[in-house]
């Protein structure tokens, strides 16, 4: 599985090169937040989920297997930070763009069909479950269906998105464009975290990194003075860089010392590593970007091969069951995002 490790890390070090040596031909003052650029770290960051998760089903007992496991472990929760900057930043973006129009559609173009999409992967699972003779009480099926419990599926990350979307549309249906409305939207993300905290206080994943929704949106509201200030001189970025990557270090090595201040340094160290990087090297990477554009549907099924073949007694080699997952979850979801876009072109997006 170390062969994964070093397969990413030589797309990623081939597309530095080539975006180093097309530096004079890129637009890198434009394009570090572009949605080339975007779909491609998101892609990135989507397959080490899928690893994350994977790791989570098999037992390494080969040592040349454990870098898998440290390069997941490294990174941790932090690997949704992204979505979720991303998520804040392209939602302010379109309502500098679009006004109230945006807004108002907000419910069934965000809220609606997001929601209705998970839906559909839900199913999926009940299906898997009732298949494979795996039980699961109606209370905790009702409400898997709004994401706040799961049958087997990942669920937390759709509760915190729909949550911030709910947030937005709130805090933004009676002013459009305002610092008071990011203002609102951090206020309601913070009391999110703290009733979580109160409810799923053991499982801190549900929590600890959707600040970086309202981040996204701040970053988009004062991103020209950003860009005119800090990053307006490339070479100001590589002492940033480098002060950026050791706060994220110490805060990995010292992660036991107050636990939660030192995580929430490190995801505000981590997004500002992000920025400053992708300023660097706006790079879109044609590998990246496809499992970029399949985000959602990896996420969402990738639990689905891991179950079936685990049940099927196909796990008992490592190779073979991640072959066999990983294969079957990007076959699903591309037939799942075909039939999904099918439905919502006849139904949900009249």
């Known amino acids: 599985m170390s062969l994964l ?3 990413l890390a030589t797309i990623i070090g081939v597309t530095i090169f080539r975006t180093w040596q097309n530096r004079q031909t890129l637009k890198w003052q434009e394009n570090y937040l572009s949605i080339a650029t975007s779909q491609t770290v998101k892609g990135f960051f989507v397959i080490l989920i899928f690893l994350s998760h994977f790791n989570s089903y098999v037992l390494y007992t080969d040592p040349i297997d454990l870098p898998l496991a440290d390069f997941c472990k490294f990174f941790g929760q932090l690997i949704v930070a992204p979505f979720f900057f991303y998520s804040g930043y392209g939602v302010y973006e379109s309502i500098k763009k679009k006004g109230n129009d945006y807004i108002r559609s907000f419910p069934k173009r965000r809220i609606l069909k997001t929601l209705y999409h998970f839906d559909l992967a839900v199913l999926l699972f009940v299906a898997l479950n009732y298949g494979f003779n795996i039980h699961y009480d109606l209370k905790t099926t009702l409400l898997s269906l709004i994401a706040w419990e799961d049958i087997g599926n990942s669920n937390w990350f759709i509760f915190g998105i729909l949550a911030t ?3 937005s549309y709130i805090a933004f249906r009676l002013k459009v464009q305002s610092k008071y409305s990011i203002m609102a939207v951090f206020l309601l993300t913070l009391g999110y975290i703290a009733l979580l905290y109160i ?3 053991t499982e801190p994943w549900w929590y600890n990194t959707i ?3 309202p981040l996204g949106m ?3 509201y ?3 003075p950003i860009e005119n200030g800090i990053l307006k001189n490339r070479w100001v970025l590589w002492p940033v860089a480098v002060s950026s990557t050791a706060v ?14 030192m995580f929430q340094v490190r995801v505000l160290s981590f997004l500002i590593l992000l920025v400053v990087w992708t300023r660097l090297f706006p790079a879109s990477n044609v590998i990246f970007k496809w499992f ?3 985000v959602f549907e990896i996420y969402i099924l990738q639990r689905i091969p891991m179950i079936a073949f685990a049940q099927l007694g196909m796990d008992r080699s490592v190779y073979e069951y991640f072959g066999l997952c990983a294969a079957t979850t990007l076959l699903l979801g591309i037939v799942f995002k075909y039939v999904v876009n099918y439905m919502d072109s006849k139904v949900l997006m009249r």
């Open 5 to 7: 490790v070093l397969v």
């Open 222 to 224: 004062f991103k020209a």
């Open 199 to 201: 409810f799923r206080k």
């Open 218 to 220: 701040l970053y988009s």
């Open 165 to 167: 979307y709910l947030f």
């Open 248 to 261: 994220f270090v110490a805060c990995y090595m010292y992660a036991d010392c107050f636990a939660t201040v």
């Open 292 to 294: 970029g554009n399949y």
């Open 211 to 213: 600040v970086c929704y």
